[in-house]
Structure formats: structure tokens, C-alpha cells
């Protein structure tokens, strides 16, 4: 439905056609990849990952830590 009213905007700003159907087409077809996603990025995928493999977590944790401090000093320049 959400693509559907998407592509309604998209067509009463004026937006040609082909491109509505080729982004009706791909978000439908895509959709099905967001759903494991979002499984993904869970906080019980975390927990579950730390149970199995703490290793391999505490590096996850690592370069994600090393992540947000490049992040923040990027946006405190």
C-alpha cells in the first residue's frame, strides 16, 4: 500500500510514468529483502550473537565504536 501511494505523489507531481512503474516494480520486488533486514538489526539478534559467538561480537562492537568516533569527528569539524 505504501508503494502504491508513492507512486500516486510521484504521478500528480508530474513525474513520467516509466519511471513510476520501474520504482512500483523494483520496491515490490525488493520489499522481501527489508523484512530479513530488519530481523537483522534486532536487539535479540545482538543478544543472540554475544551468547554464540562472543568473539566475533566483541569485534562487531569494536568497529562500531571505531565508526561513531570517525563519525563524530567528522560532524565536529
Known amino acids: ?3 502504491v501511494l508513492v507512486s500516486l505523489i510521484l504521478l500528480f507531481t508530474g ?3 516509466y ?3 520501474g520504482y ?20 535479540r539478534s545482538g543478544r543472540k550473537l554475544r551468547k554464540k559467538k562472543p568473539g566475533l ?7 562500531l565504536q571505531s565508526f561513531k568516533q570517525l ?7
Do not use: W
Request: overall charge neutral; glycine content about 2%; hydrophobic content about 50%.
Open 57 to 63: 561480537y566483541d569485534k562487531l562492537q569494536s568497529h
Open 1 to 3: 500500500m505504501f508503494y
Open 71 to 77: 563519525r563524530e569527528s567528522i560532524l565536529n569539524e
Open 24 to 43: 512500483l516494480a523494483l520496491s515490490v520486488l525488493t520489499a522481501t529483502l527489508f523484512i530479513r533486514a530488519k530481523q537483522l538489526f534486532s536487539p
Open 15 to 17: 513525474v513520467d510514468g
Open 19 to 21: 519511471f513510476i512503474l
